[in-house]
């Protein structure tokens, strides 16, 4: 059962996420700009990501830039502080009469955001509990309540796209597909003066996305290397290497490594604001390859053939969505783990056999599937996935204990300059809890 939104008239709409969580948002923009063509909506993202936003075919009404990720904090600090006080400001100011939060995994951000802004409506998607520790402590230092989210429940194994539809369904509106995206004419013409100038040809090179955050997700280099080799080889075909602005020092030394091997290889490393151009540089390749990253559902949204090496960190939420992809992995009983993986690096991306993808790109440069596949291999005999199971299990309520001992000691630190009514909530919340599971078993058996 959803809600009726017909009469709010400011809507805000949450993402915290990257590159690839935007653009498969987009569908759910459309359709909510659709049902509620006379409210005003603002998006708040990541100001880094906000180029991305221009390729929405409907537009917000005002982007509201966030100028922090959210998952690098989990702790208070001055530049926390200071960055939140402007933002919770405005949102107090703003009063929307709904917030609606996209993200996948919300962080304590979207709760505090949700005492802000204090709407009639706090909608979201997702299976993420409130969390603790330093919510309660900023809740506290502004002086906020304690507030929840309405909305359906994420069911498990869910993809991204079929979550929004829910979300969507809840608020009254439906996902809307518009076609693929396009890359503007002036990044078009910048694009093709650098193609020119590396040596490569339109329709003539694989772009590839070797690195990703986290490092868990990557495929290793070595095993592109040897991909692209075998396949450059059969093909003609140039390799263009894009990352982050970040990452140039290790793109720079891997096309070195690349090409004393044999790859016609270069690179492009982008910053917040080359979000057009990298995809003017997808729009003009045959087909992609990489891991599981933002320019990889970019590359989806241009309906770009490619091949994508997959861990399990949140599978099955972002697989292959776009005709013309398909998806390798190598699915292990510890699937799902949030990229927390208890071997310290990904097992799951790096087991992925070279022939594998290799098999895939000749795929999709010969004849592109209709609609999205996935490949699954499976190296491992039953023992040693019975074993792999019961490890990765013990491992995730080991994890659970430790972050929730750690959420203790946040609030503990914090209560030592804490208000009155902070020490009560610490006091008071868990209690009253513990009591709500008692009238639960009680009454749950009559």
């Known amino acids: 059962m959803g809600r009726d939104l017909s009469s709010a008239r400011n809507i805000l709409l949450l993402h915290s996420g990257g590159l690839g969580d935007l653009v498969l948002m987009q569908p759910f923009f459309s359709g909510l700009r659709a049902a509620y063509p006379k409210a ?12 991305a ?6 537009q917000p009404d005002e982007i509201l830039p966030l100028k922090f990720n959210p998952y690098q904090f989990d702790d208070t600090s001055s530049m926390l502080l200071g960055m939140l006080h402007p933002l919770v400001e405005d949102l107090c100011a703003r009063r929307p009469d709904v917030v609606i939060h996209g993200d ?11 005492a802000a802004a204090q709407a009639q409506h706090s909608v979201a998607c997702t299976a993420v509990k409130r969390p603790r520790g330093l919510l309660n402590c900023l809740l506290d230092h502004f002086h906020l309540p304690v507030s929840e989210h309405e909305g359906p429940p994420a069911a498990v194994n869910l993809h991204e796209l079929a979550r929004y539809e829910q979300l969507a369904g809840y608020v009254g509106a439906k996902c809307i597909q518009e076609g693929s995206w396009k890359a503007p004419a002036e990044a078009m013409e910048a694009a093709g003066e650098m193609l020119r100038a590396w040596g490569l040809h339109s329709r003539r090179y694989v772009v590839c996305f070797p ?7 990557r495929w290793p280099l070595e095993n592109y290397e040897a991909a692209l080799l075998s396949f450059t080889a059969e093909t003609g075909l140039g390799v263009l290497l894009t ?3 970040g990452e140039e020092d290790e793109l720079v030394a891997t096309v070195a490594r690349w090409r004393t091997a044999g790859l016609n290889a270069r690179h492009f490393a982008g910053g917040p604001g080359d979000i057009p151009l990298l995809t003017a540089l997808l729009a003009q390749a045959r087909l992609y390859l990489g891991n599981d990253t933002g320019p990889t ?3 989806q949204a241009l309906r770009l053939p490619g091949v994508i090496a997959f861990g399990g960190g949140t599978w099955p939420a972002y697989c292959p969505w776009a005709a013309g992809t398909i998806g390798v992995v190598h699915s292990l009983p510890c699937f799902g783990c949030s990229w927390d993986c208890m071997f310290g690096h990904g097992v799951c991306a790096e087991s992925i056999p070279v022939e594998q993808v290799l098999s895939a790109l000749r795929r999709v440069y010969s004849h592109p599937p209709a609609e999205p ?11 040693t996935r019975g074993l792999l199971a019961d490890a990765a299990t013990m491992y995730s309520e080991a994890q659970a204990d430790r972050l929730h001992r750690l959420r203790r000691i946040q609030e503990l630190t914090a209560l030592a300059g804490g208000s009155f009514a902070s020490r009560l909530r610490f006091v008071a919340e868990p209690l009253l ?6 009238f639960r078993a009680r009454f749950s058996k009559r």
Do not use: Q
């Open 211 to 217: 690195l990703s955050l986290p490092s868990l997700k």
């Open 297 to 299: 559902h970019l590359a």
């Open 53 to 58: 936003i221009r390729f929405y075919p409907r």
């Open 40 to 51: 005003r909506i603002t998006l708040l993202c990541r100001a880094s990501l906000r180029e």
């Open 373 to 383: 596949a996935i490949r699954s291999v499976n190296l491992m005999d039953a023992k």
């Open 433 to 438: 809890g513990r009591a709500v599971r008692i």
């Open 243 to 245: 990352g982050e602005l």
């Open 104 to 114: 996948f995994e919300p962080t304590w951000l979207n709760w505090l955001i949700t």
